[in-house]
């Protein structure tokens, strides 16, 4: 008789973690992986309570119907090539989740493939790496809304949960809404840990701090306004000393990786005609980092500024500080303008106060000023933009000046800080009630006779002028 009640397709790290969560709630999980290797470890290493599969009819035999199976495997051309496998063997009102970096698009897709076989396909974004994986994950599910009551009791019981005790899932959406949700938080993890970056930087090389000291500021910062779980393990990667007695972190190459999650989001912006520079920074950052051999030939050519004085003022732990919170929030503003925006385009009515509380705990991007967020699209579910909320442009309007400060130093001294300058010009822009695009207009019109709008005109009324 089948007895297992929740199947896992896939034993590597944040699957293995997953079915282990899934096990000690008390939920009978039955597992697979199409590496033999990878199966025997796993049952060597956690023989029970799990039933372990040696293929995919075993695993459908071992579930209780309806099935529901989650596919820990890698994104793109492999959850195809489950799929085609496992669709076969699937009998109707069965689920099956995709716990991968999925492109939403492709969720889409396989949301109306599954439909057709009248198998309840879900993308899930799943947030929290290998340690949240196994103890308590952020859960972005969508798809087929059939599904939800039938994982609602396994991933309440998995998730993380907030200090008032919420589990960190919730509904999100059809199609692909909760693999979309998941890309831009990936982008405004990308944008957080680069402005982080920066900030190491500016101590670093702008204010002359060692480790320890840098350290300190971080730590102290996890105390107040800019408590997250990034700046948590900041403090914590500064702190470390190894055996030897030295800071791993001075030895790491600064080149950073990347899987493309923070392209993807930008490139959504792009489609969408949605601004999203402080994220598209953060991307172009972490590929100018691959640059090494290049930026060693530069540097060795092209030095900093000569005579630059740094205000020593302008790049104190409380201004720097005060930039970081600037930009985290202006990172935001950007990123849920974005989520609203495809969101409607796409019907799916995100609820963005409930997504910024289950971001609270269990995602790499957990902070206290979620709850910030959260409280701003409860009091206007259709804010046009989080620096339009009273309580954002206060906080904002009490530390810009310290933000543009910090920005001066640094630009003078020549040190980096793409996300924050970003952020910055963001702000500015959106700030500035008439701009300077009419004469961008005037450029196209004059030599492509692209037409404009007029400021003494309703608008969708469309003019030319003969230039020459």
Same mark, same amino acid.
């Given at each position: 008789? +089948? ?26 999980? +039955?597992?697979?992986?199409?590496? +033999? ?5 796993? &049952?060597? #290493?956690?023989?029970?309570?799990? *039933? ?50 999925? @492109?939403? @698009? ?10 057709? =076989? ?14 949240? $994986? ?10 087929? #809304? ?38 831009? =938080? ?11 970056? %920066? ?56 080149? #950073? ?11 959504? $912006?792009?489609?969408?005609? @949605? ?5 598209? %920074? ?14 060693? /030939? ?13 205000? &020593?003022?302008?790049?104190? #732990? ?10 985290? &929030? ?10 609203? %925006? ?6 799916? $009515? ?21 709850? *910030? ?67 961008? /207009? ?7 006779? =692209?037409?404009?709008?007029? *400021?003494?005109? $309703?608008?969708?009324?469309?003019? =030319? *002028?003969?230039?020459?």
């Amino acid at each position: 008789m +089948a007895a297992a009640e929740f199947g896992i397709i896939g034993l590597g790290v944040m699957g293995s973690n997953l079915a282990r969560n899934v096990a000690s709630r008390g939920i009978a999980v +039955a597992c697979y992986d199409f590496d +033999a290797r990878r199966r025997e470890d796993f &049952a060597a #290493a956690f023989a029970t309570p799990f *039933t372990h599969s040696e293929s995919l009819p075993d695993l459908l035999n071992a579930l209780a119907s309806p099935r529901r199976i989650m596919l820990m495997v890698t994104a793109g051309a492999p959850v195809d090539e489950v799929l085609q496998q496992l669709l076969p063997l699937l009998a109707p009102g069965d689920v099956v989740i995709d716990g991968g970096n999925s @492109q939403w @698009q492709d969720t889409e897709r396989r949301v109306g493939q599954c439909a057709q =076989h009248q198998v309840r396909f879900v993308g899930c974004g799943v947030s929290g790496g290998e340690l949240g $994986a196994l103890t308590g994950p952020c859960l972005m599910p969508g798809g087929a #809304a059939e599904a939800w009551p039938l994982l609602r009791p396994v991933f309440e019981a998995i998730a993380a949960r907030t200090a008032d005790d919420e589990p960190c899932v919730n509904w999100i959406g059809p199609g692909g809404a909760g693999h979309f949700v998941k890309m831009v =938080h990936n982008g405004i993890e990308y944008a957080d840990m680069q402005w982080l970056s %920066e900030v190491y930087l500016a101590m670093r090389d702008g204010a002359g701090m060692d480790n320890d000291a840098m350290a300190a500021v971080f730590a102290g910062w996890n105390n107040g306004p800019l408590r997250s779980y990034l700046v948590e393990i900041t403090a914590a990667i500064l702190a470390f000393r190894d055996d030897t007695g030295h800071h791993p972190v001075d030895y790491i190459l600064d080149a #950073a990786g990347q899987k493309g999650t923070g392209g993807w989001t930008v490139r959504a $912006a792009l489609a969408g005609g @949605q601004p999203l520079p402080a994220v598209a %920074e953060a991307v172009f950052a972490r590929n100018l980092s691959a640059l090494t051999t290049m930026r060693g /030939q530069v540097a060795s050519r092209l030095g900093r500024p000569s005579g630059a004085v740094l205000d &020593a003022t302008a790049l104190s #732990a409380d201004a720097l500080a005060a930039a970081a919170y600037c930009t985290r &929030a202006t990172v935001f503003a950007q990123s849920f303008s974005l989520i609203a %925006e495809v969101g409607r385009a796409q019907g799916w $009515a995100l609820d963005l106060a409930r997504l910024a509380e289950i971001w609270r705990g269990g995602c790499i991007i957990r902070a206290d000023f979620l709850d *910030t967020v959260a409280e701003a699209y409860r009091a206007d579910e259709g804010l046009p933009n989080l620096l339009l909320d009273p309580a954002v442009a206060s906080a904002i309007e009490a530390r810009q000046q310290a933000w543009r400060d910090v920005l001066v130093g640094l630009i003078s001294a020549g040190v980096a800080a793409p996300v924050m300058s970003a952020a910055l010009a963001y702000f500015d822009g959106l700030r500035t009630a008439r701009g300077g695009a009419n004469l961008l /207009q005037a450029q196209r019109d004059y030599f492509g006779a =692209h037409t404009y709008e007029r *400021t003494d005109a $309703a608008r969708g009324r469309f003019f =030319h *002028t003969r230039w020459y």
